[in-house]
């Protein structure tokens, strides 16, 4: 019994022992299971969203290097290549307050002590604003366009919080050259005044902006413009000073200047009055320069069959106006001797002559009665002479007075159109600022018979050989023009001493290649000009020295042993001067 | 059941299967390095055309136009070239030349047989505005007169000095001297040659004083 009772006891610890063991072995063997289920899931999340990934999830932008290296604003450049306006990554210095994370001072050092290290580095900057902007909650700008040297400097303040992000920003490595042919850009990017504002689809095109766009202008040429047009401003103190030189075949514009000029890399400063250009924009009765389109139209018209038929030069009445010459020049004149000494009397005659219709229409086909064509988006439109009736006619004395270029003000960039039309055979072309291929010139429309142009090539050769542009005549070139001298209409009527100067040339006049036009507004009497307003002593001297400077760049080269052929007409001139 | 054989082949494929795969990941290994490396390359490609652009700004800002009137009004003081410095062709070149003055050294002349040097410098072959042939192809013999200017051919008149040349030792008789111009005249293959070189003839004996035995050798080196 006992025995029976020990042994009984043996077996069942024997079996609760197999039954603890059993229990537990399940227990490891389902813990086992429960990791590796866990790991077999995470193994198939994981596949998962491996898969989603691959499916769904965008790669990651790989930019290639053509990408890389596109601008973010197309390049402008000029005739020969030559950068005028270029994307440029530069350096701009940002407070970033958050620098050092939210809690304390973002900065080592006193915002003061900053300030004062930082006027140091960059002298224009304002004292109390930076103060202001480093003490401030938000990031701002301290300054735009930190050079390399600069941002060293920055750096080595050992604040955090100065940081310099490069940012893409527009640069105009020729400063204010050409500043109202190109415009600028402001703070958003968007292109203003110019061919920035004009080209600011094809600029940020991604298609079309990597190549540079060429221009019309050239660089060299424009440098030289803008460099004699300043000199001459500065010597007669005149107001300001316009210039154009156009191409007379492609109607091309190689340069246009009007000074004083903006800085097109100081955006921020650039809206003020010096943006309007008054090449394009600004209207001027631009006086005696009209008289040879006069005399044209004449010529072509049959009115003047005989150069060698004299006019009275007497003063003379109509409409209660009177009509005479600065100077006298003696009872009567030829039409070359009119040109010459520019007289206002007989060019009256002659377009009395001609006719208000046939003034009119040669006006028109010059396109004087319309804007500029130009592709800048400011352009000027002319004071164009109203009619007597509905067809627009004019009357007699507003023919008259247009014939020498009063009572009708249009920019001097229709002034160079008509120029080249009178020399280059007849035909009137659009100017245009792109750089044109010979296949691509307009065919223009013919406004001068050949005969009449190659007549007015002898006509104002010999008014810069031998009249009142004599101080244009840049030896070798064969300069021809007109000068212009137009008092400003103001208070009520014209004024005395406030004069538009102009002279509208071209050379080399045995084959016409370039129109200059030359232009001052209110130029003074100083000693340099021995005394005098008038364009031949102000505005000549500019074209005698500009054409001398552009000519070899342009292909002219001077040749004293060359010239037009005026010795059919010069017999018919006697020596004297006027204006 | 499993044989030995079997599980032997099966241990094979296996192993092999880990070869390739360890080979595959070596070479996508590779293929991913060479890949950053090109891409580590561009970007470097892209720095250096950046900074070639910033320098080439910079240097076209320190150019710019005004900064060039600039530094020619302080330093330089160039002025634009006048219409006297400039020569369009070797005519006006050749209106620098003076004569000699009184005095002056005797240039130094140096005999020699080459003619290439004239040659080269040949002026082109004057053309007859009419038929827009050589003048020299068109003039009859005959009418070359003595006091014209005639068009000299200078490939023709090399090679008639060539042959000239030639011939000058193995000639013996001067007879025939009297009738410079009648004896080639006749001579039908030797006519374009004569043509072109006797006006050249003609001027040289006037010029020698009509030395017989010169002129002989002349008109016998036609034949």
Not at chain 1, 209 to 235: N, W
Not at chain 1, 364 to 378: C, Y
Not at chain 2, 42 to 59: T, V, W
Not at chain 2, 188 to 209: F, N, T
Request: a positive charge; glycine letters at 8%.
């Amino acid at each position: 019994m006992n025995g029976m009772t020990a042994s009984a006891a043996l077996a069942s610890g024997r079996v609760r022992l197999a039954n603890v063991r059993q229990i537990s072995l399940v227990t490891a063997k389902m813990r086992v299971l429960w990791v590796l289920g866990g790991f077999v899931f995470m193994t198939f999340v994981a596949i998962i969203r491996i898969g989603q990934l691959g499916i769904s999830e965008v790669a990651p932008e790989r930019t290639s290097m053509a990408q890389a290296l596109l601008p973010s604003r197309g390049e402008i450049a000029d005739r020969n290549g030559l950068a005028l306006a270029r994307a440029f990554a530069s350096y701009s210095l940002w407070y970033n307050p958050k620098a050092l994370g939210a809690e304390g001072s973002p900065l080592v050092k006193t915002p003061e002590e900053i300030a004062r290290a930082l006027l140091e580095i960059f002298p224009d900057a304002n004292f109390a604003d930076l103060v202001k902007r480093l003490k401030a909650k938000n990031g701002s700008y301290l300054h735009r366009r930190v050079l390399p040297e600069e941002a060293n400097r920055v750096f080595a303040l050992g604040e955090p919080a100065l940081e310099f992000p490069r940012e893409e920003q527009r640069f105009y490595p020729q400063g204010s050259l050409a500043a109202h042919v190109l415009g600028y850009v402001d703070q958003e990017g968007k292109g203003k005044v110019g061919m920035e504002s004009v080209l600011e689809q094809r600029l940020l095109d991604p298609a079309r902006r990597g190549a540079p766009t060429p221009l019309a202008i050239d660089a060299r040429v424009q440098g030289a413009l803008e460099d004699e047009l300043m000199h001459g401003m500065l010597e007669t103190s005149a107001k300001a000073a316009a210039g154009l030189i156009l191409d007379v075949d492609t109607g091309e514009v190689i340069a246009l200047a009007s000074l004083p000029a903006f800085n097109p890399n100081r955006s921020d400063l650039a809206f003020n009055e010096l943006v309007s250009n008054r090449v394009s924009t600004r209207v001027f009765e631009l006086g005696s320069t009209f008289k040879p389109i006069t005399i044209a139209a004449a010529i072509d018209a049959g009115v003047i069959t005989d150069l060698a038929v004299r006019y009275p030069t007497a003063p003379f009445k109509i409409g209660g106006f009177t009509i005479h010459d600065s100077h006298d020049f003696g009872a009567f004149l030829n039409v070359p001797e009119a040109l010459i000494h520019s007289s206002n009397v007989v060019t009256a005659q002659v377009a009395d002559k001609l006719g208000a219709g046939a003034l009119r229409r040669t006006m028109m086909q010059l396109g004087m009665n319309e804007r500029p064509t130009i592709e800048l988006p400011a352009r000027g439109f002319p004071l164009w002479p109203r009619g007597v009736n509905a067809a627009g006619d004019w009357s007699q004395i507003t023919t008259m007075t247009v014939s020498y270029g009063h009572g009708i003000a249009v920019t001097p960039l229709h002034l160079a159109a008509a120029y080249a039309a009178l020399v280059n055979g007849g035909i009137w072309r659009p100017a245009t600022l792109y750089k044109l291929d010979p296949a691509h010139v307009p065919a223009g429309r013919r406004v001068f018979k050949a005969s009449t142009s190659a007549r007015m090539r002898q006509l104002l050769r010999m008014i810069v050989a031998g009249g009142t542009g004599r101080r244009a005549n840049a030896a070798g070139f064969r300069v021809g023009g007109k000068t212009g001298s137009a008092e400003k209409s103001g208070g009520g009527g014209y004024r005395k001493t406030s004069l538009i100067a102009t002279f509208a040339a071209a050379f080399p006049m045995d084959k016409p290649r370039y129109v200059v036009i030359a232009m001052l507004d209110e130029p003074q009497a100083t000693q340099t000009t021995s005394g005098q307003r008038t364009a031949a002593y102000n505005v000549a001297p500019i074209v005698k020295r500009v054409v001398p400077r552009i000519g070899p760049m342009l292909g002219v080269v001077p040749d004293s042993t060359r010239d037009v052929d005026i010795s059919d007409i010069s017999p018919l001139v006697r020596s004297g001067e006027g204006e | 059941m499993i044989t030995k054989a079997q599980s032997f082949r099966s241990i094979g494929w296996m192993a092999l299967l880990a070869v390739c795969i360890a080979l595959v990941m070596v070479l996508a290994f590779r293929v991913n390095a060479l890949r950053s490396q090109v891409k580590r390359t561009e970007d470097k490609i892209i720095a250096l055309r950046l900074e070639q652009s910033y320098l080439q700004l910079e240097f076209q800002t320190r150019a710019s136009q005004q900064q060039l009137r600039d530094w020619n009004t302080l330093e330089f003081g160039y002025a634009a070239p006048t219409a006297g410095q400039y020569l369009e062709n070797e005519r006006q070149l050749a209106q620098f030349a003076r004569p000699d003055a009184p005095g002056a050294p005797v240039p130094i002349r140096v005999a020699s047989l080459d003619d290439t040097v004239a040659a080269n410098a040949a002026f082109p072959a004057l053309v007859s505005p009419l038929t827009g042939k050589p003048a020299a192809a068109e003039a009859p013999a005959g009418e070359v007169g003595e006091g014209e200017a005639a068009p000299r051919d200078h490939g023709a008149a090399k090679a008639a000095l060539g042959a000239r040349l030639a011939r000058v030792s193995a000639l013996p008789g001067a007879d025939d001297a009297a009738e410079p111009a009648a004896r080639p005249a006749k001579d039908k293959p030797a006519r374009a040659l004569a043509a072109a070189a006797k006006p050249k003839v003609l001027a040289d004996a006037k010029s020698a004083g009509m030395k017989p035995a010169r002129m002989a050798t002349e008109t016998r080196s036609y034949k």
